[in-house]
């Protein structure tokens, strides 16, 4: 199984802050890598699909990059509906796995 | 819009069966290949199953944890996806989540609690 790892596991930012989470792959996905947002007690939310891709409706202050084992997820000037869990996951290879999620905390 | 709403959610004794039901609406929901995904309390998201569109024989996949006991299955004609479950576990506790996949999940639905315990 692909193992994927997320970092840091938490993070505390400011209102306006840029932030960046990365996710790094046990073994080479192309770039089968999509990105989630999941608020407290809330269903997830898809953000980026193909490494890079912003979902409909998404705003562009979000972006990723990445290709191969390492990916980002970069958050500009972070917005309070900004603070969630973020979670990568891989679609190269089954099983399908996520990471184990970065939380974005207010400071 | 897209509409995933899953039912069916229930306490339920380890060792025991339910089945999980997702309505689907606002799309053409025999076009995509559809997930299931769970959610332990206070724990991150697991891949649990996919099933594939009728092109490609309504196959399925499974995670290593349910294999052998749960089955994904669809019913294109009522645009509704379903999740058997057998021989269930207390560590089979958790949200579970329907999804579409579009190049990765795209949709979600908002999540049925499933309780194993006795």
């Known amino acids: 199984d692909i193992q994927m790892t997320q970092s840091p596991s938490s993070v505390s930012a400011s209102v306006g802050d840029r932030v960046t989470i990365t996710c790094r792959a046990s073994?080479?996905?192309?770039?089968?890598l999509a990105w989630f947002q999941q608020r407290p007690g809330k269903a997830p939310r898809s953000l980026i699909h193909a490494t890079s891709s912003l979902r409909s409706g998404v705003p562009s202050k979000f972006s990723g990059s990445g290709s191969g084992t390492d990916f980002t997820l970069t958050i500009s000037s972070l917005q309070p509906e900004d603070f969630a869990t973020y979670y990568c996951q891989q679609y190269e290879t089954y099983p399908l796995t996520f990471g184990g999620g970065t939380k974005v905390e207010i400071k | 819009e897209v509409q995933l709403v899953e039912s069916g959610g229930d306490l339920v004794q380890p060792g025991g069966s339910l089945r999980l039901s997702c309505a689907a609406s606002g799309f053409t929901f025999s076009d995509y290949y559809m997930d299931w995904v769970r959610q332990a309390p206070g724990k991150g998201l697991e891949w649990v199953g996919r099933?594939?569109?009728?092109?490609?024989?309504?196959?399925?996949e499974y995670a290593a944890s349910v294999k052998g006991r749960f089955t994904v299955s669809r019913d294109d004609s009522k645009n509704s996806l379903y999740l058997q479950m057998n021989s269930l576990k207390t560590e089979d506790t958790a949200v579970y989540y329907c999804a579409r996949d579009w190049w990765g999940v795209d949709y979600w639905g908002q999540g049925t609690l499933v309780t194993v315990s006795s």
């Open positions: 099933i594939r569109k009728k092109a490609n024989s309504y196959t399925t």
């Open positions: 073994h080479g996905i192309s770039d089968s």
